[in-house]
């Protein structure tokens, strides 16, 4: 078993699976027998190897190819130096073995065409952090119960809800809505229910937090994310933000067409750790789109309209360095959605305008200092 915080603390845990099987096999074939892999009796036995060394040691014993990304690892408490101490599985089907090893950790996993891949359950992605111990109890908690076919469950489950939603008698709402939703786990039920009521739902140590599904995509928005895509699609661009970030991306029919094709087809975004909203900024920046924040995610739309934006060939790239974007205005509308709105420093009153300049010569200045201070 894996080592948590003492030695009464265990849990179970592991990395990656791939078939050893010839190169001129068609990724159809070599899924089927991956899935074959899954379902035969298997044998596990690890002792004190950390995470990293687990992963290679399955392999040898199981002749699968198991990965594990980075973006999965990163949410494991300590990451790959997690320690397991002693892991002895026999005669059981390496399906229910996955199950066993990474459940506990808050993973499910995923075949692929020559793999099977660990990743983070819809929880712990949401959440986007390694999880406290408390928090990992209360995910396998939610994956034990069925609240929508158990009343007990379900009385159980609400003295662990924490409401920061707008609804009066949240909890008579949320309940029907889970009664409604039936069989299926406690995550499952959850989700289904607060889908239905535009909410969203994360865990918070031994507490479940339900708010409106705006607040969560604004929050997800706010975490830092790293890109690095060159001259590639700008749909794929976009996608790959929302993808880091963990939210749903969507463009209005046809807007992308609009414009020129050097934007279309070879658009650049390359960033470490900056918030996601900001580098949506900067693609509604260079390329003059605009965008909400939805129930359901992220917007791209035509701040000008589609009738009068001009054929792409006639369209414009937005001014660039000498007018940028210096603030951004987010204004909440009645039907749940946020409209964000972009200002240009030609836009800026003059008085606002001169102290931007003065507050940027002063941290210029202060930079400089330190930078000064920092030379022998």
Not at 154 to 173: I, M, N, S, T, Y
Not at 279 to 308: K, N, R
Not at 317 to 344: C, Q, S
Not at 349 to 357: G, K, T, V
């Amino acid at each position: 078993m894996m080592n948590g915080r003492t030695a009464g603390r265990t849990l179970v845990c592991w990395v990656g699976v791939g078939l050893g099987v010839t190169a001129a096999a068609s990724a159809q074939s070599t899924r089927a027998l991956i899935e074959q892999a899954l379902d035969e009796p298997t044998k596990i036995t690890l002792k004190n190897v950390n995470l990293g060394e687990a992963v290679h040691l399955l392999e040898d014993q199981t002749g699968v190819r198991i990965v594990m990304p980075n973006t999965a690892m990163r949410l494991v408490l300590h990451g790959e130096k997690t320690r397991v101490q002693e892991v002895v599985l026999e005669n059981m089907p390496l399906r229910r073995a996955l199950d066993e090893l990474f459940s506990p950790l808050g993973m499910t996993f995923a075949v692929r065409d020559d793999h099977v891949e660990i990743v983070p359950t819809p929880a712990l992605r949401q959440l986007g952090r390694p999880p406290s111990w408390a928090e990992l109890d209360t995910l396998v908690y939610l994956g034990g119960i069925e609240p929508g076919n158990d009343s007990a469950a379900l009385k159980a489950l609400g003295q662990r809800l924490q409401f920061q939603v707008p609804v009066r008698d949240a909890w008579e709402v949320l309940s029907e809505a889970i009664r409604n939703v039936g069989a299926g786990s406690g995550d499952e039920a959850l989700t289904l229910a607060c889908r239905n009521l535009g909410w969203s739902w994360s865990i918070l140590e031994d507490r479940i937090v339900l708010s409106p599904m705006q607040e969560r995509i604004l929050q997800q928005l706010r975490r830092p994310i790293s890109i690095r895509l060159n001259n590639r699609p700008l749909h794929d661009v976009m996608q790959a933000v929302g993808q880091a970030a963990n939210v749903r991306v969507r463009v209005e029919s046809g807007l992308l067409s609009s414009l020129p094709l050097t934007v279309q087809r070879n658009f650049s975004v390359n960033t470490r750790n900056q918030p996601a909203d900001q580098v949506l900024d900067s693609i509604a920046a260079y390329t003059g789109l605009g965008y909400l924040i939805e129930p359901e995610g992220i917007l791209f739309y035509d701040p000008a309209g589609v009738a009068t934006r001009p054929p792409a060939d006639e369209v414009k790239l937005p001014p660039g360095l000498d007018d940028p974007y210096v603030a951004k205005i987010a204004i909440p509308l009645e039907d749940g959605r946020t409209i964000e709105w972009l200002i240009r420093r030609s836009e800026l009153p003059p008085d606002l305008r001169e102290r931007r300049e003065r507050d940027l010569a002063a941290f210029f200045e202060a930079v400089r200092r330190v930078d000064g201070a920092d030379e022998p």
